[in-house]
C-alpha cells in the first residue's frame, strides 16, 4: 500500500513539474523533429547553389572550357563568364573572399597559345601543358567542392581530347552500394533510435540523480525515513515512478516518428527492446550512482549537464563518431552510450559496429553491474544516513 | 546612480564567484569546440581526411588514389574483409575496381558526416578510364588558395570564432532571469519597497552581466588559442565591441521573449528550443550551404549566424567588411533601444 501510495505521488509529482515535462519528453521530441528537418537531405551534395566565375577572352579554343563549365547544372553551379582582366580579377577575389562566390577560374590569354602549341607537340613532352587558374577558399567547404567539380570537368575534356588523339579512353561504370541493411535508409531512421537513447539518458540524469538530489536537500526523504515507509519501498516506488515516464517516452516518440515522420525502422523489434531494456538498466544504475557520490544540486547541475554533453554527441547519436582522433576516441569507447546506441542501430538493420558485435551488450552490462555494486556503497536516501 | 553602480559591481562579483556559472560559461564552449573541431575538422582538403580501402592487388586503382591528397588509403587482402571494415565504420569506403567497374562502397554513417564523399569517389572513375601513361596528360589545373582575412585559416580556427558567438547566446537566458525570475521570487517588488531606484537596479544587473559576459569571451579566446595552438590577427577593438554587443543582442532577444511569456519556466524552455535551433543553423557547425533551403533561410535571420561572421572578421579569418560591421552594429543597437524601452515599462507595470 505505502509503495502504491509513493509510486503515485512520485509520478505524480514529476508530470505535475512543467520544466520535468518539457525536458524529459517534449524536448526530445522538439530535437528530433529539429534534426530531421536539417539533416535529411545533407548526405547528397544536390542544389547546392555554388556560384563561380569564369574569366576568359574566350580566344580559340578557351572556348572548349567555357561551354564545357557552363553548360553544368545551374541548380549545382552556376558559372558568370567574364571578360578577364587584371582588375576584374582582385575585385571578383574580394568577392570571394566576401563568401558571394565560391570559386574564380581564370583561363589566362597565353592559354589559347600554350594549347596549340601544346597539341602540335603532342604527345612529346616538347612543350607545357596549358594552365588554368583555379582561385579558392581553402576553409570552406563550398569552395572545395567547386573546386572538385571544374577538376572533374577539365579531367572529361582531357578524355575528349585523349581520345581525339586516338588514346582509348573506356567509359568506367560506377556501382555503388551503401552499407548497412536498410535498403532506403534515411536520416531519420538513423536518428530516431538515438533520440530514445537520449531521452532515456536524460530521465537517468535529471529524473533520477538530480530529483534524488532535490529529494535530499529539501529534507523530503528524512522524513520519509520516520515514516513507516522503509528506504527499500522508497527505492522501489521511485524507480518504478522513472520506468513509467521511460515508457511514456517510449510510446510518444515512436508514435510521432512513425505517424508524423514516417520513420521505417521497427521500434518493437525484439532485440531493438533489449537494447533500450539495457539502456534503462545502465542509465538507471548511473542516476543512482551519481544521487549517491553528488553531494547538492550545484555540483549535480555541472556533473549531469557535461555527462549529458558528452555522453550524448561523443556517443554518436547524432553522427558516427568511431573515426575519431586517438584522445577523443577513448572517450568514445568509455562511454556505455556508444555500445548502446551501436547496438540498437545493428539490431535495427541500419549500421553496424566497428568493434566485435558482442561489446554492444556485455559492455553495457559489466559498466551496470559495477554502477549498481558502486550505488550499493554508496547510495543513501539522506544525507545522515 | 548608486544604486546603479552597486548592483552592476554585486552582479559582476556574483558571476565572477559562482564557480558553477564560470564552469557553464567556459568549459561547455571548450567541450564544443574540442567534439566539434574533431568530429567535423578536416572536410576541407588539405589534409588526407577520406578513409578508403582498396584491394592489395588493384595496382592500376592503387596508383590513382595513393597519388590523390584527399584520401587516406588502407590496403586489404580481400574483398570480404574490405566490406566488414566499411560495414563497421573503420573506412569511410571501400573501392574496388574490375572489368570496367569502379564499385563503391559507401559507410551510411560517414555519408552523413562528409556530403561531398560521394562526388569524391565517382570522379575517380574518369581518371581510371585512362591508360596510367595519358593519365596526366591535358589541361592542367592550378588550385590557388587565397587568404580570406587576414591569415590562412583551417576548419579550426574557422570554428572557433563560431563557437565564442555560440557562447554570447547564453545572454537570453540572463534576461530571462532578470526579467521573469526576479519577478517570480519578488526580487524587484522588493526593490520597489525600498529607496533604490528600480530602473537602475535593473540597468545595474544588465550592464554587470554583460561585461562579465565579454570577458568570459575574451578568457575563451585566449584558451582556445593556447589550447588549440592557433595564430589569430584579433582586432581587439571590433572583438571587444562584437562580444559586447552581441550579449546585448542577446540580451535584447531574451527581453523580446520575455514581453511573450509570464512562466518563467515556459520562457526558458522556448529560449531552449530557439538556442538548439541557433546551435543547429549559425552555420558554425554545418554550412548552412548543406541545409534544405528554408533552414538556410532561418539561419540567415537568427542572430547567430551574424554574430559568428563579425567575430570571424574581428579575428583576422573572414575579410573585413566595414558596411556589413555597421549595419550589424547599427541592427543591435536600434534593436537593444526599441525592447529595452518597452521591456522596463512593462516589468514595472506588471509589479
Known amino acids: 500500500m505505502g509503495i502504491k501510495y509513493l509510486f503515485t505521488s512520485f509520478l505524480k509529482g514529476t508530470m505535475r513539474d512543467k520544466m520535468t515535462i518539457f525536458w524529459l519528453i517534449l524536448f526530445p521530441i522538439i530535437l528530433m523533429s529539429i534534426l530531421i528537418a536539417i539533416f535529411s537531405s545533407f548526405d547528397r551534395v544536390e542544389n547546392l547553389q555554388l556560384k563561380a566565375v569564369l574569366l576568359t577572352n574566350n580566344i580559340g579554343n578557351s572556348q572548349i572550357i567555357s561551354e564545357a563549365l557552363t553548360s553544368l547544372d545551374q541548380e549545382m553551379i552556376s558559372f558568370e563568364v567574364k571578360d578577364y582582366t587584371e582588375e576584374l580579377l582582385k575585385e571578383k577575389m574580394e568577392v570571394l573572399r566576401g563568401h558571394e562566390l565560391d570559386l574564380i577560374i581564370v583561363i589566362p590569354d597565353d592559354f589559347n597559345a600554350t594549347f596549340s602549341s601544346w597539341l602540335i607537340n603532342f604527345p612529346t613532352e616538347n612543350s607545357p601543358p596549358p594552365e588554368l587558374q583555379v582561385y579558392y577558399l581553402q576553409e570552406r567547404q563550398t569552395s572545395n567542392i567547386s573546386l572538385e567539380i571544374v577538376n572533374s570537368v577539365i579531367q572529361s575534356i582531357n578524355n575528349n581530347l585523349l581520345q581525339s588523339f586516338g588514346f582509348p579512353i573506356k567509359s568506367i561504370a560506377v556501382q555503388e552500394t551503401v552499407t548497412g541493411r536498410m535498403v532506403d535508409f534515411k536520416y531519420k531512421d538513423f536518428i530516431f533510435p538515438g533520440m530514445l537513447i537520449f531521452s532515456f539518458l536524460s530521465t537517468s540524469l535529471w529524473g533520477i540523480t538530480a530529483e534524488v538530489i532535490d529529494l535530499k536537500t529539501t529534507k523530503i526523504t528524512k522524513l520519509l525515513k520516520l515514516s513507516p515507509i522503509g528506504p527499500k519501498e522508497i527505492f522501489l516506488s521511485f524507480s518504478a515512478s522513472r520506468l513509467v515516464l521511460l515508457v511514456i517516452q517510449f510510446f510518444l516518440l515512436s508514435a510521432i516518428a512513425i505517424f508524423v515522420f514516417n520513420v521505417s525502422v521497427n521500434p518493437f523489434n525484439l532485440a531493438f527492446i533489449g537494447y533500450l531494456l539495457l539502456a534503462t538498466l545502465t542509465f538507471l544504475s548511473l542516476g543512482f550512482f551519481l544521487a549517491g557520490i553528488l553531494q547538492n544540486m550545484g555540483q549535480a547541475e555541472v556533473v549531469c549537464n557535461l555527462l549529458l554533453q558528452v555522453m550524448q554527441f561523443l556517443g554518436g547519436i547524432y553522427f558516427d563518431v568511431y573515426n575519431t582522433p586517438i584522445f577523443i576516441r577513448f572517450l568514445v569507447y568509455i562511454n556505455p552510450v556508444t555500445y548502446i546506441i551501436g547496438g540498437a542501430r545493428s539490431s535495427l538493420g541500419i549500421a553496424n559496429v566497428p568493434y566485435p558485435y558482442y561489446l554492444s551488450y556485455t559492455v553495457p552490462l559489466l559498466m551496470s553491474t559495477a554502477l549498481i555494486l558502486l550505488s550499493f556503497k554508496f547510495f543513501k536516501w539522506t544525507e545522515e544516513a | ?351
Open chain 2, 1 to 351: 546612480m548608486n544604486t546603479f553602480i552597486t548592483v552592476f559591481i554585486a552582479s559582476f562579483k556574483t558571476f565572477l564567484r559562482d564557480r558553477l556559472m564560470l564552469f557553464f560559461a567556459i568549459m561547455f564552449p571548450l567541450v564544443f569546440a574540442l567534439m566539434f573541431g574533431f568530429i567535423f575538422g578536416g572536410q576541407t582538403y588539405d589534409a588526407s581526411t577520406i578513409r578508403i580501402g582498396i584491394l592489395k592487388d588493384n595496382t592500376e586503382l592503387q596508383e590513382v588514389v595513393t597519388k590523390d591528397k584527399r584520401f587516406t588509403v588502407i590496403e586489404y587482402e580481400n574483398k570480404d574483409i574490405l566490406y566488414s571494415e566499411v560495414d563497421k565504420g573503420k573506412l569511410n569506403a571501400g573501392i574496388i575496381f574490375a572489368d570496367d567497374i569502379l564499385e563503391l562502397l559507401l559507410n551510411r554513417n560517414a555519408l552523413m558526416r562528409m556530403p561531398a564523399l560521394r562526388n569524391n569517389l565517382t570522379d575517380l572513375a574518369v581518371k581510371l578510364g585512362k591508360k596510367p601513361e595519358v593519365r596526366e596528360m591535358g589541361i592542367k589545373v592550378e588550385a590557388i588558395p587565397i587568404v580570406g582575412g587576414k591569415i590562412q585559416s583551417e576548419y579550426l580556427s574557422y570554428l572557433i570564432p563560431g563557437v565564442i558567438a555560440i557562447s554570447l547566446l547564453t545572454g537570453m537566458f540572463t534576461a530571462l532571469e532578470i526579467f521573469l525570475g526576479y519577478k517570480k521570487r519578488g526580487i524587484i517588488k522588493t526593490i520597489t519597497t525600498t529607496a533604490a531606484n528600480p530602473s537602475s537596479f535593473v540597468l545595474g544587473s544588465i550592464s554587470g552581466r554583460i561585461l562579465t559576459s565579454t570577458l568570459i569571451s575574451i578568457l575563451l579566446l585566449l584558451l582556445l588559442i593556447v589550447i588549440f595552438r592557433l595564430h589569430y590577427e584579433i582586432n581587439w577593438p571590433l572583438f571587444l565591441i562584437t562580444t559586447f554587443l552581441g550579449s546585448l543582442m542577446m540580451f535584447s532577444f531574451g527581453t523580446l521573449i520575455s514581453l511573450f511569456f509570464t512562466n518563467y519556466e515556459a520562457a526558458n524552455g522556448f529560449a531552449n528550443i530557439l538556442m538548439t535551433l541557433m546551435f543547429f543553423l549559425s552555420g558554425v557547425y554545418f554550412p548552412l550551404e548543406f541545409l534544405p533551403r528554408t533552414f538556410r533561410t532561418i539561419g540567415m535571420v537568427l542572430p547567430a549566424y551574424h554574430l559568428a561572421i563579425t567575430l570571424r572578421m574581428a579575428l583576422g579569418v573572414d575579410k573585413l567588411i566595414i558596411n556589413y560591421i555597421y549595419s550589424v552594429f547599427g541592427f543591435i543597437i536600434l534593436a537593444t533601444i526599441v525592447t529595452f524601452f518597452i521591456a522596463q515599462r512593462r516589468v514595472f507595470r506588471i509589479e
